[in-house]
Each structure stands twice: as structure tokens, then as C-alpha cells.
């Protein structure tokens, strides 16, 4: 904080008595500054934004913004808050972007210490920032019909939005002085529509004939929008019950999802489109329609019921301990509805998980210097879900799995204050998953192998200094190996079976990266540098290292990353004050392939920001920022010696995966103006320039295309500029 | 205050002009004499105020807006119960040059220590079930003082607003900064969400400070629809999100940390031979009998999701071929 030493001439204290001196009626107008300087403000802004570009070039900048389908909005904010200075009752009421798809209004009154209600309403859309061309109909409902375009681009677009209600309303009320009871309760409607589909192939081994035709492939892939209409409702209610050494909150806990539809489906007319967009010829057989069109599973309806009590108590002024035990029961017994096909007697999955967590955690200060820690925190999940058989791979049949894992974390770590302003922390960490036993009657698809028990413990040394009061820095670094129990091998049918490491495994094998050994570690350096009384300097730096190993060498092998950036903060003067920064961030993700390429995935980011903020008058206020960001995605891929010649081939002739680049300059300014004591003007000035070069729905000017020829685009360069003025005039 | 001081300059040439006894010093000191200081804004702050007032940074009397300036709550605290008693400061016996700081001080170059700073807010704050877990927290830990990121003396504080608070929680999460500018984010630089909706920052049981128990339960609270269980489970989005998605952003869409095939091949063996390979890249073009599982279709669009879209998994019962359990539909 800094203090008053600049001006001491124009203390609201020598105002008061030069009043004084002059003429006591004038004492009021003082006591009215004072009055205004102490009372809660209100006030409302409104005006009008336009922005420019078309719907397309500006989807990045509109997407979540609720800038994007018009040209102009209004803005209208208003921010009334009252005390009543006798009670301490406070009312507020708040309406935030009212002219926009994201408004927002509060509604809240409470006495400190006594009672408190909110209600919240809040409006949040995300507008797709791709445009679909497609000749499907019905988004929006869960039965969509698909007609194959004649040539792709020539369908209708079609832009998706997600809008998501939520109502929310909060009470308090103290009981007593170490009584306090909490209740919220939260609505959220989500409407609209996602990008989904799917797709198929035959011949099969998951369609033998004649659900596919005995011969000849034929697949197909259809772009189907997912209707989104559900509702999440939250309920939490609990008693928090304190005295001088303990802190004790007990409560409820209730989720509940309901979705309108519990499947989707599509009609499929006419024919489709081949690989190369033709025609399918012979056209598209009745079976490989019958597959498309079967119903897709929507979410389904679920709920969760919690109950928990949580805590802290000090055995002394530095002896801490916290902990919180919860028990939620979880059912998902939404029905199959117009599902065929399900298992004899079952009309719902009958899911039902319950889980038991508990935590204890210690913190203490036995002597000054030292500090300690320990917390315990261990998770028991009971998947009581009926095991059935809805699963048949031509004649095979087998059933569901179940999810029930117990997971172990704990932690412990000595903090002591060492000579000349260091402080040395040593920590230690543990964390044992044990999946539970594999249901023998189930069968493994996609993996090679599973784990029931994998475990991870690590240390971690940092040492922080104050160097001077103006100079300050950590260097921290964290190691850490997971390892495992016995691989277990799918058998050809069911179950599977614990078999050792090595030649058992074909060579191409590949084990699920959260399974597989592991070496972390991880080093992080920071400082804070008031260089001088106007200038302030943050630097960091992180570097990261995973390395994996399996009984192959394929699959996830390994990953680095590295963090580094400076922060500066400039006081210009008084009124003025200048910010910057850059940091460049870099990761690598190193996967094998069982098809012979050795994939190198780095994403290498680079951001720039540069700000200013101040006050050329007493009555003006201006500010700006620069904001560059640079993302680039590089996908190289080498072969080794198992790679197909055709690999070989399109991998030296196309180079591979071309980069993805991602770029986005903004530029923000506002400028504020007070016409009079109580009303303002403010100008807001935004411009935004994105480019993507992306390759994900198409590539070099060649669109990928749906097999009813629908595609999906993005305009690659967009250059949006918003310009918004509003009034804004305080409130009595 | 512009007007005050015009007003102030006004005062003291009519009040000389008037005859009144006395200059008006520059330091309030000698007026002080002559009346007892007034309270201003909090019980007993004329102790300070005397000498503090909204000309300072922080603007002292600012408080006033705020909920520790709400007299009628008897709990309010005045300056002294945050600051101390101060006399050295008050007093300054020694007539230093520069006034010894106050008991307990809360600039970022304070020498009170981080946990006694600390102490002054959780003295009244330990009430509040989300500070329950603040001990021990990675916050507490990492010696953050609760005036890193709330402001005090201010009606509005950054980090209680969700449209600024993002800013308060980058001064020292840098990367996560970079993520959120990222093409696929939530909107947390549109002030649509906050860090807070996620974590908090005063202590959890969870892993990061996510708000709830674990990362999954935390993000149900918005994608419940991904919680089932279902007839058709993928595990390890049972067991945490950020298996696949980086939540504050990432380049490749639904922020998932890498692109399709390139994540799911990180546990998955893949549909035959094929290199990743893009629709008109040369110079194998597909043919009108071109295999399904191709290196276009799970490289481009939704890449293996094009045909295994149920990823989060399926409820879909049918135990007739072709069932679902690829996560198929």
C-alpha cells in the first residue's frame, strides 16, 4: 500500500476544517463527499455496438461472446447496490450484457451476518465456429433425415449453437453465532444442436452376414447433429457448525441430469457417395442403410445423491487437521425406450455406483522454522451395475465390465526456514490405483493389455528465497516413477489372463498410456524482481519430462514440455502504468505406431501482451491492450523398418502431415469520459485478426466430404473490429 | 476531487480574508488538537484517518463500499484489527523520517510474515465452509497471501468479479494464461467462466483445487451427461477428464490435448496399416473402393470418432449384431 506522503495538503481532514474556518454550512458538502466516497455506487451504461465483417468472419471472435449473428447490439448494464446503513441489509440488483445471447441478472438482499437470499439467471451460447454445408434435415429434433447432395457446397448451411439457461437461487441464514445454514439450488437448460455422426463399414466382423452382405466393402460416414434439449439441476444444502477450535459442515449433495431424448436416429434416402464423391455403385446396399439407421444412444438420465461432513480443528494455534468423509450413491436406470435388442428382462442398465471417500490432512508448526504436513486421501468406487450380456461379435456374446476402483494419494512434507532468508521444502507423494478384478465374462476390445494395479510415488525439493526485499525466487523439483502389477493378457474369447512382460506380447502391442510405467520429472524456476520503485519483473521458467515404458515400444514412449516467460509491469507515473509480457511454451508427445511410424507431435506457442492504462485528466480515463498469440502443431511421422511400402510411398511423396497454424491479434481500447459528476461516457474499440491453417475438414483448397457430401467450413482469415459507446449515469 | 481542492484553496482565502485566527497548516496535526477526531468510515478509524483518506493508494475510505465497511454488522472490522495497534507507526517516538510501518502490513514488500498476514483474514473467516481445507492447501503452502488476490480497500475487488478475476489468477499462472487464448477454450477471457467455477482457491480435497472431489465430479457440474454409467463404459473417462482434454485450451477441437488418431493411439491399436493421411494429399487419392477405415477418416473431421462417436460411451442395450460396445452408436 502506498500512502498519503505525496499529498498531504489534501487530507478530506484539512478540508473539513478549512471549511470549518470559512463557513459551517459548507461542513455539509464535505460530509456529502464523504458520504459518496463511503456509500455503495450504482448505475447504469447503456448504448450500442456495431460490429463489422459477415457472420463467418467473425465466428472465432463471436463464439462464445454473443457478437456473432448480428451487426449491431445494445448494451445495457445496470449495477444497483444499496445498504441500509441502520441494519447492514444490503440489496443488489445487477444486469449484465441485457442486450446480448449472454445476459446476465442477480437479484440479492442479506443482512451481514444474519441472513442472505441471491437469485441468479445467466445465459451463456456457444455459437459453432463452423459452417456446415449439408443437405441433412431436422437438427435440432432426434430424428433427422439425410438426402446425398448432388455436388458438395450445394446444400444448405447450417450453424450450430449451444445455449445453456441457468437459474440459480442461494439462501444463508446464521442460526446462532456457531450455527450457519446454506442451500443453493441451480437449473441449467442446454438447448441446441453438436457436430456428431457416425459411420460404418461392411464387410464386418461386428456384422457378420447377413447383417452385412457377405462380400464387397462398402461404408459410409454421415454427419448427424446431436439434439441437445436437457436439464442439469444441482441441490446442495449444509450445516456449518463452528466453535473457537473446530469447524464442522455437514450436508447434501443431489445432481440430477435428465435429457428429452434418450436416442436419435437417421432416415437415409436415396443413395450415397463412394470414397472418391460418386455415386456408390452398386449403390448403397439395404443392409448397410438398416446399420445407418439404426437409433444412436443419446445421454441418459442419471442422479447422484451425496452425503458428506467435512471439517477442521485446531489442536493448537500451529497443530491443524482437516478432513472430510462423503458417501455418494449414483443410479442410472434411464430406460432403453425404443431400443430393441436388450437383454431378456432388462428395460434399463440398472447402473448404480456407490462411493466412499475419505480424507485426513495435518498441518503443524512444532517450532517456528519448521513446518509439516501430511494428508491422506483415499477413494472406495462399488460399481453394483448388473452384469448382462449386451455385447455379441458374430457368435461370440459377452457382457458389460464394471468400474470400481480404489484409489490411494497421500503426501507428506517438511518445510523448514534455513539461514539468510531460504526456505527448503521436501515433499513426498503416493498414489496407488487397484482397478478391481477383470469380469471374466467380459472381453477386451482395442488394447492389448490391462492392469489391475498400477502405483506412483514421487519426491519433490524446492527452495524458495526472499533475496532482498525487492528480489525474490523458487526453484522447485519434482520426480516421480509409476509402475505396475502384472500385465493381463484379453484371451481370444473372454476375460483375460495375467501373463508376464516381453515376448508374450506381439510386438506391436500397445498398453494404455495411463497404465504404463512411468518417469516423471519436472523442474520449475521462478523470481519476482521489483527492480526499481516503478518497475517490476516476473521471470519463469518449467521444463517437464514424461518417459514411458511397456513391454513394447509402442504407444505413448514420451513427452517434454517447457514453459518460459517475463512480466513487466511499469509505473510511467502516477496516472500511468504500462504492461507486458511474453512467453513461449513448447511440448513434445512422442507416440510409435504398430503401422511403423514414430510420431513426433510438438506444439510450440508463443503469446505477446502489451497493455497501458491512465488517466491523461481528472475526468479521463483510457486504456489499451495488445494481445499476439502464435500456436504451431507440428506432426512429424518416420517410418521404421515394419512400414508398408505404401507408407513409405505417401510419406516420402506428401512429406506427411502438413503443420497447423494458429494465429490471433487483438487489439482493445477504451476511453471513459466524465461529462459531470455523476455520468460518464465510454468507448470501447476492438479488433481482432485470427488465421487458422488447419487441415482438419479439409486440405489445400480439397474439402473432406461426408458421404452424403456434406462438408464443414471455417473461414480460415477473419478480421473483425466491435465499436460500442454506452452512458453511463450513477444512481442516487 | 478536484472540486474539493478548489474548494479547499476557496475556504482558506475567505477564511483569511474573514479574519479567522491561524493558518491552516499543510499537516492536519494542529487542528487535531483543538477537536477529537472523528470516525469517518469504520468503529475507531479515526486513529487513521486523521492522517489516511482516499487520497492514499488504496483509496482508505473506499472501504466504506464494501462489506467490511458495513458498520451495522457488528463483526466489522475496524483498521486496527487487520493493520494492529500500530503505535509505533501512530506515535513514531523516534521521529523517524520515514514512519515505521504499521503492525501488520499487506504490501506485496511487506516484511509481516505471510501466515500472520493470513491470520487477520482467516480470524473471521474460518467460518466459511470453503476455507475449510485452506491449511495445507497448494495456496497455503506456496506462502499466498489472501492480499495477493483480494483487494480490500476497493468496492470492487478483481478476483469476486468473474469478467476480471482471470487476470488476478494469471499474475502467477502464466501457462494457463496462454491456454485460454487457445482456438478450442472455455470462455473464460469472455468472462463466461471463471477459474473459480472450477477451483478453489482456498482449499479442496481434490486434486488442483478443483472445486469438487476430483476432477470428474467437478466437471459433471456442467457435463453430467457424460457421467453414466452406461451399458457401454469408456474407463478412462470414468476416471479423469483431463486423460484427454486440457480444460483451459488447447488448438485441436473439444480441447483435447492432441488430435484423433494421434490421442486414442496413445492406448489404441489401430484399423490396418494406413499412415494419418489428408483427403487430396498426393499421391494416394482414394479410389471408389477405398477401405472405411482409412488414413483420412480417422485422421480428418472427427477423426476416429468419426466412427466411434459414442466416446464418453454408449447406453445403447442392443445385443443383436452389430452391438455397440466400440462405442459405435
Given at each position: 500500500?502506498?500512502t498519503?506522503n505525496?499529498?498531504?495538503?489534501?487530507?478530506?481532514?484539512?478540508?473539513?476544517?478549512?471549511?470549518?474556518?470559512?463557513?459551517?454550512?459548507?461542513?455539509h458538502?464535505?460530509?456529502?463527499?464523504?458520504?459518496?466516497?463511503?456509500?455503495?455506487?450504482?448505475s447504469v451504461s447503456?448504448?450500442?455496438?456495431?460490429?463489422?465483417?459477415t457472420?463467418?468472419?467473425?465466428?472465432w471472435?463471436?463464439?462464445?461472446?454473443?457478437?456473432?449473428?448480428?451487426d449491431?447490439?445494445?448494451?445495457?448494464?445496470?449495477?444497483?447496490?444499496k445498504?441500509?446503513?441502520?441494519?447492514g441489509?444490503?440489496?443488489?440488483?445487477q444486469?449484465?450484457?441485457?442486450?446480448?445471447?449472454?445476459?446476465?441478472?442477480?437479484?440479492?438482499?442479506?443482512?451481514?451476518?444474519d441472513?442472505?437470499?441471491s437469485?441468479?439467471?445467466?445465459?451463456?451460447?456457444?455459437?459453432?465456429?463452423r459452417?456446415?454445408?449439408?443437405?441433412?434435415?431436422?437438427?435440432?429434433?432426434?430424428a433427422?433425415?439425410?438426402?446425398?447432395?448432388?455436388?458438395?457446397?450445394?446444400g444448405?448451411?447450417?450453424?450450430?449453437?449451444?445455449k445453456?439457461?441457468?437459474?440459480?437461487?442461494g439462501?444463508e441464514?446464521?442460526?446462532s453465532n456457531?450455527?450457519?445454514?446454506?442451500?443453493?439450488?441451480?437449473?441449467?437448460d442446454?438447448?441446441?444442436?453438436?457436430l456428431?455422426?457416425?459411420g460404418?463399414?461392411c464387410?464386418s466382423?461386428?456384422?457378420?452376414?447377413p447383417?452385412?452382405?457377405?462380400?464387397?466393402t462398402?461404408?459410409?460416414?454421415l454427419m448427424?447433429?446431436?439434439?441437445?434439449?436437457?436439464?442439469?439441476?444441482q441441490?446442495?444444502?449444509?450445516l456449518?457448525?463452528?466453535?473457537e477450535?473446530?469447524f464442522?459442515s455437514?450436508?447434501?449433495?443431489?445432481s440430477?441430469?435428465?435429457?428429452?431424448?434418450?436416442?436419435?436416429?437417421?432416415?437415409?434416402?436415396?443413395?450415397?457417395?463412394?470414397p472418391?464423391?460418386?455415386?456408390?455403385?452398386?449403390?448403397l446396399?439395404?443392409?448397410?442403410?438398416s446399420?445407418?439407421?439404426?437409433p444412436?444412444?443419446?445421454?441418459?438420465?442419471?442422479q447422484?445423491?451425496?452425503?458428506?461432513?467435512?471439517?477442521?480443528y485446531a489442536?493448537?494455534?500451529?497443530t491443524k487437521a482437516?478432513?472430510?468423509?462423503?458417501?455418494t450413491?449414483?443410479?442410472q436406470t434411464?430406460?432403453?425406450?425404443?431400443?430393441?435388442?436388450?437383454?431378456?428382462?432388462r428395460?434399463?442398465?440398472?447402473g448404480?455406483?456407490?462411493?466412499?471417500?475419505?480424507?485426513?490432512?495435518?498441518?503443524?508448526?512444532?517450532?517456528?522454522?519448521?513446518?509439516l504436513?501430511?494428508?491422506?486421501?483415499?477413494?472406495?468406487?462399488?460399481?453394483?451395475?448388473?452384469?448382462e450380456?449386451?455385447n455379441?461379435?458374430?457368435t461370440?456374446?459377452f457382457?458389460?465390465g464394471?468400474?470400481?476402483?480404489?484409489r490411494?494419494?497421500?503426501?507428506?512434507?517438511?518445510s523448514?526456514?534455513l539461514p539468510a532468508?531460504?526456505r527448503?521444502?521436501?515433499?513426498?507423494?503416493?498414489?496407488?490405483?487397484?482397478?478391481?478384478?477383470?469380469?471374466?465374462?467380459?472381453s477386451?476390445?482395442?488394447?492389448?493389455?490391462?492392469?489391475?494395479?498400477?502405483?506412483?510415488?514421487?519426491?519433490r525439493l524446492?527452495?524458495?528465497?526472499?533475496?532482498?526485499e525487492?528480489l525474490?525466487g523458487?526453484?522447485?523439483?519434482?520426480n516421480?516413477d509409476?509402475?505396475?502389477?502384472?500385465?493381463?493378457?484379453?484371451?481370444?474369447g473372454?476375460?483375460?489372463?495375467p501373463?508376464s512382460?516381453g515376448?508374450?506380447?506381439n510386438?506391436?502391442?500397445?498398453?494404455?498410456?495411463?497404465?504404463?510405467d512411468?518417469?516423471r520429472?519436472?523442474?520449475?524456476a521462478s523470481?519476482?524482481?521489483?527492480?526499481?520503485?516503478?518497475?517490476t519483473?516476473q521471470f519463469?521458467?518449467?521444463?517437464?519430462?514424461?518417459?514411458?515404458s511397456?513391454?513394447?515400444?509402442?504407444?505413448?514412449?514420451?513427452?517434454?514440455?517447457?514453459f518460459?516467460?517475463?512480466?513487466?509491469?511499469?509505473?510511467?507515473?502516477?496516472?500511468?502504468?504500462?504492461?507486458?509480457?511474453?512467453?513461449?511454451?513448447?511440448?513434445t508427445?512422442?507416440?510409435?505406431h504398430s503401422?511403423?511410424y514414430m510420431?513426433?507431435?510438438?506444439n510450440?506457442?508463443?503469446?505477446?501482451?502489451?497493455g497501458?492504462n491512465g488517466?491523461?485528466?481528472?475526468?479521463l480515463?483510457?486504456?489499451?491492450d495488445?494481445l499476439?498469440?502464435?500456436?504451431?502443431?507440428?506432426?512429424?511421422?518416420?517410418?521404421?523398418?515394419?512400414?508398408?511400402?505404401?507408407?513409405?510411398?505417401?510419406?516420402a511423396?506428401?512429406?506427411g502431415?502438413?503443420?497447423?497454424?494458429?494465429?490471433?491479434?487483438t487489439?482493445?481500447?477504451f476511453?471513459?469520459?466524465a461529462?459531470?459528476?455523476?455520468?460518464a461516457?465510454?468507448?470501447d474499440f476492438?479488433?481482432?485478426?485470427?488465421?487458422?491453417?488447419?487441415?482438419?475438414?479439409g486440405?489445400?483448397?480439397?474439402?473432406?466430404?461426408?458421404?452424403?457430401?456434406?462438408?464443414?467450413y471455417?473461414?480460415p482469415k477473419?478480421?473483425?473490429?466491435?465499436?460500442?459507446?454506452?452512458?453511463?449515469?450513477?444512481?442516487? | 476531487?478536484?472540486?474539493?481542492?478548489?474548494?479547499?484553496?476557496?475556504?482558506?482565502l475567505?477564511?483569511a480574508?474573514?479574519?479567522?485566527?491561524?493558518?491552516?497548516?499543510?499537516?492536519a496535526?494542529p487542528?487535531a488538537?483543538?477537536a477529537p477526531a472523528?470516525d469517518?468510515?469504520?468503529?475507531?478509524?479515526?486513529?487513521?484517518?486523521?492522517c489516511h483518506?482516499?487520497?492514499?493508494e488504496?483509496?482508505?475510505?473506499?472501504i466504506?463500499k464494501t462489506?467490511?465497511?458495513?458498520?451495522?454488522?457488528?463483526?466489522?472490522?475496524?483498521?486496527?484489527?487487520?493493520?494492529?495497534?500500530?503505535?509505533?507507526?501512530?506515535?513514531?517516538?523516534?521521529?523517524?523520517?520515514?514512519?515505521p510501518?504499521?503492525?501488520?502490513s499487506?504490501?506485496?514488500?511487506?516484511k509481516?510474515?505471510v501466515?500472520?498476514?493470513?491470520?487477520?483474514?482467516?480470524?473471521c473467516h474460518r467460518?466459511d465452509?470453503?476455507?475449510?481445507?485452506?491449511e495445507?492447501?497448494?495456496?497455503?503452502?506456496?506462502?499466498?497471501?489472501?492480499t495477493?488476490?483480494?483487494?480490500?480497500?476497493?468496492?470492487?475487488?478483481?478476483?469476486?468479479?468473474?469478467?476480471?478475476?482471470?487476470?488476478?489468477?494469471?499474475?502467477c499462472?502464466?501457462?494457463q494464461?496462454?491456454?485460454?487464448?487457445?482456438?478450442s477454450h472455455h470462455?473464460v477471457?469472455?468472462?463466461?467462466?471463471?477459474c473459480?467455477?472450477?477451483?478453489?482457491?482456498?482449499?479442496?480435497i481434490?486434486?488442483?483445487?478443483?472445486?469438487?472431489?476430483?476432477?470428474?465430479?467437478?466437471?459433471?457440474?456442467c457435463?453430467?451427461?457424460?457421467?453414466?454409467p452406461?451399458v457401454?463404459?469408456?474407463?478412462?473417462v470414468?476416471?479423469?477428464?483431463?486423460?484427454?482434454h486440457?480444460?483451459?485450451g488447447t488448438?485441436?477441437?473439444?480441447?483435447?490435448?492432441?488430435?484423433?488418431?494421434?490421442?486414442?493411439?496413445?492406448?489404441h491399436?489401430?484399423?490396418?496399416?494406413?499412415?494419418?493421411?489428408l483427403r487430396?494429399?498426393?499421391?494416394l487419392?482414394?479410389?471408389?473402393?477405398?477401405?472405411?477405415?482409412?488414413?483420412i477418416?480417422?485422421?480428418?473431421?472427427?477423426g476416429?470418432?468419426?466412427?466411434?462417436?459414442?466416446?464418453?460411451g454408449?447406453?445403447?442395450p442392443?445385443?443383436?449384431n452389430?452391438?455397440?460396445?466400440f462405442?459405435l452408436?
Amino acid at each position: 500500500m502506498r500512502t498519503a506522503n505525496t499529498h498531504p495538503g489534501f487530507s478530506l481532514k484539512i478540508v473539513a476544517l478549512a471549511l470549518l474556518a470559512a463557513f459551517g454550512s459548507a461542513v455539509h458538502a464535505a460530509d456529502d463527499e464523504i458520504a459518496a466516497l463511503i456509500r455503495p455506487d450504482s448505475s447504469v451504461s447503456v448504448g450500442a455496438a456495431g460490429l463489422t465483417g459477415t457472420n463467418s468472419e467473425r465466428s472465432w471472435f463471436g463464439q462464445y461472446s454473443g457478437l456473432r449473428r448480428d451487426d449491431t447490439y445494445l448494451l445495457l448494464d445496470i449495477d444497483v447496490i444499496k445498504r441500509d446503513a441502520a441494519t447492514g441489509t444490503w440489496t443488489t440488483f445487477q444486469g449484465r450484457d441485457l442486450g446480448l445471447d449472454t445476459r446476465e441478472i442477480r437479484f440479492g438482499q442479506q443482512k451481514q451476518g444474519d441472513w442472505k437470499y441471491s437469485f441468479d439467471y445467466n445465459e451463456m451460447v456457444r455459437h459453432d465456429p463452423r459452417t456446415i454445408n449439408t443437405g441433412v434435415t431436422g437438427t435440432g429434433s432426434n430424428a433427422l433425415s439425410v438426402t446425398r447432395l448432388a455436388t458438395p457446397g450445394s446444400g444448405d448451411d447450417l450453424n450450430l449453437d449451444l445455449k445453456r439457461k441457468i437459474f440459480t437461487v442461494g439462501v444463508e441464514k446464521w442460526l446462532s453465532n456457531s450455527l450457519q445454514f446454506e442451500a443453493s439450488f441451480r437449473n441449467e437448460d442446454k438447448n441446441g444442436a453438436r457436430l456428431f455422426g457416425n459411420g460404418f463399414q461392411c464387410t464386418s466382423g461386428a456384422a457378420p452376414s447377413p447383417t452385412c452382405p457377405a462380400s464387397g466393402t462398402q461404408w459410409a460416414l454421415l454427419m448427424l447433429p446431436e439434439p441437445i434439449n436437457s436439464t442439469t439441476q444441482q441441490f446442495e444444502a449444509r450445516l456449518n457448525f463452528s466453535t473457537e477450535k473446530l469447524f464442522l459442515s455437514g450436508g447434501y449433495y443431489g445432481s440430477f441430469y435428465n435429457n428429452q431424448f434418450t436416442s436419435m436416429g437417421a432416415t437415409v434416402n436415396g443413395n450415397l457417395g463412394n470414397p472418391v464423391g460418386d455415386p456408390m455403385s452398386p449403390a448403397l446396399t439395404p443392409q448397410l442403410r438398416s446399420i445407418l439407421q439404426l437409433p444412436m444412444a443419446l445421454p441418459p438420465d442419471n442422479q447422484a445423491h451425496q452425503i458428506y461432513l467435512s471439517g477442521n480443528y485446531a489442536f493448537t494455534p500451529t497443530t491443524k487437521a482437516n478432513f472430510k468423509y462423503a458417501f455418494t450413491h449414483a443410479t442410472q436406470t434411464d430406460s432403453f425406450g425404443a431400443f430393441t435388442g436388450a437383454p431378456a428382462g432388462r428395460s434399463n442398465l440398472g447402473g448404480e455406483v456407490d462411493s466412499a471417500l475419505y480424507q485426513a490432512g495435518i498441518t503443524s508448526r512444532p517450532i517456528p522454522k519448521l513446518s509439516l504436513l501430511a494428508n491422506v486421501r483415499y477413494e472406495d468406487r462399488n460399481d453394483k451395475t448388473p452384469i448382462e450380456y449386451y455385447n455379441l461379435e458374430g457368435t461370440k456374446a459377452f457382457t458389460n465390465g464394471n468400474y470400481s476402483p480404489k484409489r490411494l494419494v497421500g503426501k507428506a512434507e517438511a518445510s523448514y526456514q534455513l539461514p539468510a532468508g531460504f526456505r527448503g521444502t521436501v515433499g513426498a507423494d503416493y498414489e496407488s490405483v487397484d482397478r478391481g478384478m477383470f469380469v471374466p465374462t467380459n472381453s477386451v476390445g482395442g488394447i492389448s493389455g490391462l492392469r489391475q494395479k498400477t502405483e506412483e510415488a514421487g519426491y519433490r525439493l524446492e527452495l524458495r528465497r526472499a533475496m532482498t526485499e525487492t528480489l525474490s525466487g523458487a526453484v522447485a523439483y519434482q520426480n516421480s516413477d509409476r509402475s505396475g502389477g502384472t500385465w493381463l493378457k484379453p484371451n481370444t474369447g473372454l476375460g483375460v489372463t495375467p501373463t508376464s512382460d516381453g515376448a508374450i506380447y506381439n510386438r506391436t502391442a500397445i498398453f494404455p498410456m495411463t497404465m504404463v510405467d512411468r518417469n516423471r520429472e519436472k523442474v520449475k524456476a521462478s523470481a519476482d524482481w521489483s527492480a526499481t520503485e516503478r518497475l517490476t519483473l516476473q521471470f519463469m521458467a518449467e521444463w517437464g519430462e514424461d518417459k514411458f515404458s511397456a513391454p513394447t515400444t509402442k504407444g505413448l514412449r514420451a513427452s517434454y514440455m517447457g514453459f518460459y516467460g517475463i512480466d513487466a509491469v511499469y509505473a510511467l507515473s502516477d496516472d500511468w502504468r504500462l504492461t507486458g509480457f511474453w512467453s513461449r511454451g513448447d511440448q513434445t508427445t512422442h507416440i510409435d505406431h504398430s503401422t511403423g511410424y514414430m510420431a513426433a507431435l510438438r506444439n510450440r506457442t508463443e503469446t505477446f501482451g502489451l497493455g497501458i492504462n491512465g488517466k491523461p485528466s481528472g475526468r479521463l480515463t483510457v486504456g489499451g491492450d495488445l494481445l499476439l498469440s502464435a500456436d504451431k502443431d507440428k506432426y512429424q511421422q518416420d517410418l521404421d523398418a515394419s512400414a508398408s511400402a505404401a507408407s513409405k510411398t505417401l510419406l516420402a511423396t506428401s512429406g506427411g502431415l502438413p503443420d497447423v497454424t494458429f494465429r490471433q491479434f487483438t487489439a482493445r481500447m477504451f476511453g471513459k469520459y466524465a461529462i459531470e459528476k455523476n455520468s460518464a461516457v465510454r468507448v470501447d474499440f476492438i479488433h481482432q485478426r485470427t488465421k487458422l491453417n488447419e487441415w482438419t475438414w479439409g486440405y489445400n483448397g480439397t474439402p473432406f466430404v461426408y458421404s452424403d457430401n456434406t462438408t464443414v467450413y471455417l473461414n480460415p482469415k477473419q478480421s473483425v473490429s466491435y465499436l460500442g459507446a454506452t452512458y453511463i449515469v450513477a444512481l442516487p | 476531487m478536484k472540486f474539493l481542492r478548489q474548494l479547499f484553496a476557496s475556504c482558506v482565502l475567505l477564511g483569511a480574508l474573514a479574519g479567522a485566527t491561524g493558518a491552516v497548516a499543510a499537516d492536519a496535526a494542529p487542528a487535531a488538537t483543538k477537536a477529537p477526531a472523528k470516525d469517518l468510515v469504520l468503529k475507531g478509524d479515526a486513529k487513521c484517518t486523521s492522517c489516511h483518506d482516499e487520497s492514499d493508494e488504496p483509496k482508505l475510505l473506499h472501504i466504506g463500499k464494501t462489506k467490511h465497511g458495513t458498520v451495522a454488522d457488528g463483526r466489522a472490522p475496524s483498521c486496527t484489527n487487520c493493520h494492529g495497534e500500530s503505535d509505533l507507526h501512530t506515535n513514531n517516538p523516534a521521529k523517524l523520517k520515514e514512519r515505521p510501518p504499521t503492525d501488520r502490513s499487506f504490501a506485496k514488500s511487506s516484511k509481516t510474515p505471510v501466515a500472520a498476514r493470513n491470520e487477520s483474514c482467516i480470524s473471521c473467516h474460518r467460518k466459511d465452509s470453503k476455507r475449510s481445507h485452506w491449511e495445507g492447501s497448494a495456496h497455503e503452502r506456496a506462502d499466498v497471501a489472501c492480499t495477493s488476490c483480494h483487494q480490500l480497500h476497493t468496492a470492487k475487488d478483481k478476483v469476486a468479479d468473474k469478467r476480471t478475476q482471470p487476470e488476478v489468477c494469471f499474475t502467477c499462472h502464466k501457462e494457463q494464461r496462454v491456454q485460454v487464448s487457445k482456438p478450442s477454450h472455455h470462455p473464460v477471457l469472455e468472462g463466461k467462466v471463471a477459474c473459480s467455477d472450477c477451483h478453489n482457491a482456498h482449499g479442496s480435497i481434490g486434486p488442483k483445487l478443483v472445486k469438487r472431489d476430483s476432477v470428474v465430479d467437478t466437471c459433471y457440474t456442467c457435463h453430467m451427461e457424460k457421467r453414466g454409467p452406461f451399458v457401454h463404459s469408456h474407463e478412462p473417462v470414468n476416471e479423469d477428464c483431463g486423460n484427454c482434454h486440457n480444460p483451459h485450451g488447447t488448438v485441436a477441437e473439444s480441447m483435447l490435448k492432441s488430435r484423433p488418431p494421434f490421442l486414442c493411439h496413445q492406448c489404441h491399436t489401430p484399423h490396418g496399416g494406413q499412415l494419418a493421411q489428408l483427403r487430396g494429399q498426393l499421391p494416394l487419392q482414394p479410389t471408389a473402393t477405398s477401405s472405411g477405415k482409412s488414413g483420412i477418416n480417422y485422421t480428418q473431421a472427427r477423426g476416429c470418432l468419426n466412427c466411434h462417436t459414442q466416446i464418453h460411451g454408449s447406453n445403447n442395450p442392443s445385443a443383436t449384431n452389430p452391438t455397440p460396445q466400440f462405442n459405435l452408436r
